[in-house]
């Protein structure tokens, strides 16, 4: 198929770009100018439409299909979103304006803070961090500087168990510490004893998401938030899995310190990809004063000040203070991601609960499925923990693992996740967490119908039928054929073989 670099601009160009105000050339280094005109493709506009359709019906997304990323939360984006984040209020203005100009987006902003506050039970929350991991890194900074406010700097160790997402203890480490990670117990849940053992005075923090990785609810939470609070550590949350308890419980109540939420996840934003996203933080009040500063603010608008949303309030960023850690981001996070998520909140609010139940009912509902098929195919499958017993029930999503089959017929995980791509499916969550064996992470979200889970199960019982040969091969559709990952990762081309060095 050809690429835009195959066409000449033999019909014309497609493209118009504003005249340069550049004054002065002379003024760029000799070193840094171009030695010759760059190869870039000259297009006529059908050309260049053609171009990103194509492009378009060459990858995936879930726009397209079923996309059962576990922990990815790929649920449905409403165009509502679009439609709201457009608006020239929103959609045409910039972050050096003065506030008294951008009262619309402070209030959404403001507003964004009061009710992710809520839905946590935390104190105050910041809409700076542009991803959920970079919220960790923010959160476990506040953390950081509370205990070296109370000369508590010994603190260097903290606690992640081994069902944790690979963020967590890297952002503990970029923070310079040292992570001790704890291995679960048999019933993949926490282990309240390795906890206790692992604890000391020398905890600064221990971060867990609930429900975890494995889709299980921790029941033991506020036992194990009381021995790391006694111990003198703090309790953070990474709220990735926030869709399948909102409105239902909530961070604060299990008694965590600081929570971070992927907005693009919980609260709908199209992401993937590598982003744009949003990963707020939240925190209790004795760790507000370090936050990255500014955050938005408001009071009762005085005498001659404008008042854009007509409430009585003017809106207007705030200094943290001196205890900050100062910014983590250019101007004020991602804003499209803000909107769109405030949005989303806006227009569920108190039934963000009916979310979490039909989150979690899709899930089991699926599990369910996949894991009662006909006898022969059922040998090939197991589930963690079992069905059947007593904490058979999941959360919004769950673990396969797919060594029975392994064990059978020599296929893997990797092979039934390629396969799964020719039945018109994005892969699951492929061999995370680490502790399932095989592993393949599914979550529906609440957006599927029950025809579309339905056909999901039969398509997963289909490939576990099939010719050991066609999935060891697979996939056999896609645009791009089954990849040599390490080929691919130690020969790493970055550049388009249509663009010429220099
Ligand atoms: C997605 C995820 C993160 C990281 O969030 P990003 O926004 O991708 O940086 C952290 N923990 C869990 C459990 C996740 O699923």
Redesign the pocket.
């Known amino acids: 198929m050809s690429t835009v670099f195959d066409f000449n601009g033999a019909s014309g160009s497609g493209w118009s770009q504003p005249d340069s105000n550049f004054q002065n050339p002379d003024a760029v280094p000799e070193s840094l100018r171009r030695k010759r005109l760059p190869g870039w493709p000259r297009a006529s506009e059908p050309e260049l439409v053609r171009h990103y359709t194509l492009l378009s019906q060459k990858t995936f997304g879930i726009d397209t299909g079923f996309y059962p990323l576990g922990?990815?939360t790929m649920k449905h984006n409403p165009r509502v979103n679009e439609r709201i984040v457009q608006l020239p209020g929103i959609d045409r203005i910039h972050p050096l304006q003065d506030s008294s100009q951008v009262q619309g987006l402070l209030a959404i902003y403001y507003e964004m803070q009061e009710m992710l506050a809520i839905c946590s039970g935390m104190d105050a929350v910041t809409l700076q961090p542009v991803?959920?991991?970079q919220g960790e890194f923010t959160a476990i900074r506040c953390i950081q500087e509370y205990h070296r406010s109370r000369g508590d700097d010994h603190r260097d160790k903290v606690i992640v168990p081994d069902s944790a997402?690979g963020?967590?203890p890297a952002s503990a480490s970029m923070c310079g510490y040292q992570i001790i990670e704890i291995p679960s117990a048999s019933d993949g849940r926490l282990d309240i004893d390795a906890l206790r053992a692992a604890v000391g005075d020398d905890t600064a923090a221990m971060m867990i998401?609930n429900p975890s990785?494995m889709g299980l609810f921790e029941t033991n939470i506020a036992e194990a938030s009381k021995i790391v609070h006694e111990a003198g550590g703090q309790m953070y949350y990474?709220g990735?899995?926030f869709n399948a308890i909102i409105g239902k419980t909530d961070p604060g109540r299990m008694g965590f310190d600081a929570v971070h939420y992927?907005l693009?996840?919980t609260f709908s934003q199209p992401h993937g990809g590598g982003g744009p996203?949003s990963?707020p933080i939240g925190v209790k009040d004795h760790l507000s004063e370090f936050l990255p500063t500014p955050i938005a603010s408001r009071r009762e608008s005085q005498e001659g000040e404008p008042n854009g949303v007509g409430d009585g309030f003017y809106y207007f960023w705030q200094d943290v203070g001196d205890n900050s850690i100062g910014k983590v981001q250019q101007w004020n996070g991602n804003a499209g991601a803000v909107v769109r998520a405030w949005a989303f909140y806006r227009r569920y609010g108190r039934d963000l609960e009916r979310m979490s139940e039909h989150a979690v009912l899709s899930s089991n509902y699926l599990r369910h499925k996949i894991m009662n098929p006909e006898p022969d195919v059922a040998a090939k499958i197991n589930c963690m923990p079992s069905e059947g017993s007593e904490a058979s029930l999941v959360m919004h999503e769950f673990t396969l693992s797919m060594s029975p089959v392994k064990e059978v017929n020599g296929v893997t995980g990797k092979d039934v996740a390629k396969r799964l791509l020719d039945y018109g499916y994005m892969s699951p969550t492929l061999y995370f967490p680490q502790i399932v064996p095989e592993c393949l992470m599914i979550e529906p979200t609440e957006t599927e119908s029950k025809e579309v889970l339905d056909k999901f199960a039969a398509d997963f019982h289909a490939v576990l039928s099939e010719d050991p040969e066609i999935l060891t091969t697979a996939p056999h559709t896609t645009p791009v054929k089954r990849v040599d990952e390490v080929w691919a990762a130690r020969n790493l081309i970055l550049r388009h073989p249509g663009i010429e060095e220099d």
Request: charged share 10%; hydrophobic share 15%.
């Open positions: 922990s990815c991803a959920g991991a997402h963020t967590n998401t990785t990474d990735a899995n992927n693009h996840k996203g990963g």
